[in-house]
């Protein structure tokens, strides 16, 4: 994997094993404002399937999609145990399926990993082109605590997770944060090792983007929905200042 690639192979194991599933409480949130009866649901950047897959065994009809190929194994691994979804791999500033929709969601801010503004725009969009009603749009949005502050310094973080087979995975990242322009950008490399012995190595950059409410309902509706309302967020407790959004298309 390059340096400046991301969501890789080490990630895709690193992430399942830190946030194996969505909590019981985020999984309720989506299943009492997700339409189950009048068709399909998108799930964009559905990743390794955390939200996805439990609401698959909930009896919901999810189709996912995700740009990551190794996130996109996880994924369907994952529904191999125990449910079946349609999964695709698209950009979602690109995104192009043979299949209509009730709703689409994005769960835990992975829509501000799109952080080019047309290419945010461009993916609104075409989400909106494949739905049908009810039209309904889901976001899960936050600001990071960091996100107001001056940092002259990355901030550096390490964790390390177990897995199954008796191995671990480091995960070190430095992530700058550029709160004028509402980015934070991210450095991680990721070690896999079984005892001391090295299995492989993965680095990867990220970058993610914020949105205040007002900014956010604002760009919502720039891309042709209606009926914005800005609420809680499913994940309260994630950090930061959450909130979700539902709007119609």
Not at 120 to 138: E, K
Not at 145 to 158: D, S
Request: glycine share 8%.
């Amino acid at each position: 994997m390059s340096a400046a690639a991301a969501y890789g192979p080490l990630c895709a194991l690193f992430y399942d094993a830190d946030k194996p599933v969505a909590s019981a409480g985020e999984l309720a949130w989506y299943a009492e404002r997700l339409p189950r009866d009048e068709g399909p649901l998108l799930e964009p950047m559905c990743g390794s399937g955390r939200l996805l897959v439990p609401l698959v065994a909930a009896g919901f009809n999810v189709h996912g999609v995700d740009a990551s190929a190794a996130m996109l194994a996880h994924c369907e691994s994952r529904l191999g145990r125990g449910g079946e979804a349609r999964i695709f791999r698209q950009d979602v500033a690109e995104l192009n399926l043979p299949f209509r929709y009730a709703a689409a969601f994005i769960a835990a801010g992975s829509f501000q990993l799109v952080t080019d503004p047309a290419r945010a725009r461009a993916a609104l969009a075409h989400i909106r082109s494949h739905l049908v009603g009810p039209r309904l749009l889901v976001l899960d949005l936050f600001v990071p605590g960091e996100g107001e502050q001056r940092i002259a310094a990355p901030l550096v973080e390490v964790r390390t997770v177990s897995l199954a087979d008796g191995t671990r995975i480091a995960l070190r990242s430095e992530t700058t944060m550029h709160p004028d322009a509402r980015l934070a950008r991210t450095a991680s490399r990721y070690v896999h090792r079984r005892g001391n012995d090295l299995i492989g190595e993965e680095s990867e950059t990220t970058a993610l983007t914020w949105y205040a409410p007002d900014d956010v309902d604002a760009l919502i509706r720039a891309a042709g929905y209606a009926d914005v309302e800005i609420g809680p967020s499913p994940r309260p407790d994630a950090g930061g200042m959450t909130f979700s959004l539902v709007a119609r298309g």
